[in-house]
T-cell receptor
Framework: NAGVTQTPKFQVLKTGQSMTLQCAQDMNHNSMYWYRQDPGMGLRLIYYSASEGTTDKGEVPNGYNVSRLNKREFSLRLESAAPSQTSVYFC???????????????FGSGTRLTVV | AQSVTQLGSHVSVSEGALVLLRCNYSSSVPPYLFWYVQYPNQGLQLLLKYTTGATLVKGINGFEAEFKKSETSFHLTKPSAHMSDAAEYFCAVRVYNQGGKLIFGQGTELSVKP
């Protein structure tokens, strides 16, 4: 099925460990996003990639890095995990600028990360 | 800058009652507005969106929302709540630059009492 695939779905890390969250879309979308969701705060943008080869910071980028490996894949890396990074992480992609009014955004099912 | 405010972090209604979830936005350009629903331990599902044209937008599961420019609002309604509507609801506005990112409200958790 077409869509956005995130792996892993669940992860527990110890403080200071590193990990990479993977995201892939098969809809030929240009723009991809990483959000984190915390209770009472909605979804906040960590990083985005408007097109292959470009990445930019969102509202809460500290402690994260990203890689737009190719048009399909956009990964999020935590170099040294902290308890404050315990959250649910969502990857999303958006159809091209001229068509986003029609097709909009597609979200992955999320990664639940706990840092102890 | 664009922003979204959802009034009320928790709303509780009885089954069969009207559902009204409030969303106000701030935007200096004509906004694209969205409502998403998130069921427990699941991802986000698009309920409906407003881009241009008709200001009353119908979505899935009997929900609808009306874009009111004069009030900068995009409230979500459903005439008769069902137990299965219990979920968290997010209003969002698209930013025209910065990759077309979405800015979300803080969310409203809807409880439905039997």
């Amino acid at each position: 099925n077409a869509g956005v695939t995130q792996t892993p779905k669940f992860q527990v890390l110890k403080t200071g460990q590193s990990m990479t969250l993977q995201c892939a879309q098969d809809m030929n979308h240009n723009s991809m996003y990483w959000y984190r969701q915390d209770p009472g705060m909605g979804l906040r943008l960590i990083y985005y990639s408007a097109s292959e080869g470009t990445t930019d910071k969102g509202e809460v980028p500290n402690g994260y890095n990203v890689s737009r490996l190719n048009k399909r894949e956009f990964s999020l890396r935590l170099e040294s995990a902290a308890p404050s990074q315990t959250s649910v992480y969502f990857c999303a992609s958006k159809s091209p600028q001229g068509l986003d009014w029609l097709y909009g955004y597609t979200f992955g099912s999320g990664t639940r990360l706990t840092v102890v | 800058a664009q922003s979204v405010t959802q009034l009320g972090s928790h709303v509780s209604v009885s089954e069969g009652a009207l559902v009204l979830l409030r969303c106000n936005y701030s935007s200096s350009v004509p906004p694209y507005l969205f409502w998403y629903v998130q069921y427990p331990n699941q991802g986000l599902q698009l309920l409906l969106k407003y881009t241009t044209g008709a200001t009353l937008v119908k979505g899935i599961n009997g929900f609808e929302a009306e874009f009111k420019k004069s009030e900068t609002s995009f409230h979500l309604t459903k005439p008769s709540a069902h137990m299965s509507d219990a979920a968290e609801y997010f209003c969002a506005v698209r930013v025209y630059n910065q990759g077309g990112k979405l800015i979300f409200g803080q969310g409203t958790e809807l409880s439905v009492k039997p």
